[in-house]
């Protein structure tokens, strides 16, 4: 058989080109994908075993941060004859709880 010379010539530009391209295509393929994976997965954590309490208060004071469209004047509101947060309600209401809202903005880059 006939042998194909060797030859020290650079290869084509068009090789080159369209590799760039094709690594190109594939790493906006995956930062595409990576959108879907980071905002669109819960946060939430399933399958966490249970953990048994001892009897009693666990401590002397709570706190509750709302946050993202969450509202604190559901814990005032009756529905059906029936408060929304009972416990924490009935706490509030008796003064055997101190409580206070703070409406706070969180800065941004454009103020």
């Known amino acids: 058989g006939r042998h194909k010379p060797v030859s020290?010539?650079?290869?084509r530009a068009a090789d080159g080109s369209s590799r760039i391209a094709l690594m190109a295509i594939f790493f906006h393929l995956c930062a595409f994908?990576?959108?879907?994976?980071?905002?669109?997965?819960s946060p939430i954590i399933n399958?966490?075993?249970?953990?048994?309490?001892?009897p009693g208060a666990q401590a002397r004071r709570g706190g509750v941060f709302i946050a993202d469209g969450g509202r604190a004047d559901m814990f005032f509101q009756i529905y059906n004859g029936t408060p929304l947060a009972p416990y924490i309600r009935s706490k509030i209401m008796s003064g055997s709880a101190s409580w206070g809202v703070s409406h706070t903005r969180v800065p941004t880059e454009s103020r």
């Open 8 to 11: 020290n010539e650079t290869p």
């Open 33 to 41: 994908a990576s959108i879907f994976d980071i905002y669109f997965r």
């Open 47 to 54: 399958g966490l075993d249970a953990v048994e309490l001892p």
